[in-house]
């Protein structure tokens, strides 16, 4: 089985960290994927910044979760700008009620009810696992091309050999 990244955006607000251990949660529950959150990957005397960059890069989705404190968060926006500028379309997980800003105007957003978080929760999940099995069939149709031409080329070189 593959590995599908999800790297998770967030401000470091009480509430915003109890929001994302919560979609963490919901997602290491979904076979295959794994969530980077920057916290949990202490290395000191690392850049931060560049840290998260990687983890960005080699993410196959970002979620940022959209609350008062991170529209408010440089660090954040950063991430998230950084995100879509290469490749990787942030994906947000938004409080109903905050207004959606910046480059992520227009965007489509999973709303949730800070309260009862759990419904736009598990809608993202479900959402990053049909992408999961979206990029898993992408996998598996490549690797069954690669199989598919090394056999023609390996009959193709017996039949040369047996010709010979």
Do not use: C
């Amino acid at each position: 089985m593959f590995e599908f990244k999800v790297f998770i955006g967030h401000s470091n607000s009480p509430e915003d960290l109890q929001f994302m251990r919560k979609l963490e949660a919901a997602l290491k529950r979904i076979d295959g994927i794994t969530v980077y959150i920057a916290e949990d990957d202490r290395q000191p005397g690392i850049d931060l910044t560049e840290k998260i960059k990687a983890n960005i890069l080699s993410s196959n989705a970002v979620v940022g979760i959209w609350t008062g404190p991170a529209k408010n968060s440089p660090m954040f926006n950063h991430e998230m700008q950084f995100a879509a500028d290469n490749g990787r379309p942030p994906k947000l997980l938004a409080v109903k009620g905050v207004p959606i800003e910046g480059f992520l105007v227009g965007k489509q957003v999973i709303f949730f009810d800070p309260k009862e978080p759990v419904e736009g929760i598990m809608d993202m999940a479900f959402h990053l696992q049909i992408k999961k099995n979206e990029h898993g069939e992408t996998i598996t149709t490549a690797t069954l091309i690669s199989v598919i031409i090394g056999i023609i080329l390996i009959i193709a070189l017996f039949y040369y050999l047996s010709k010979k």
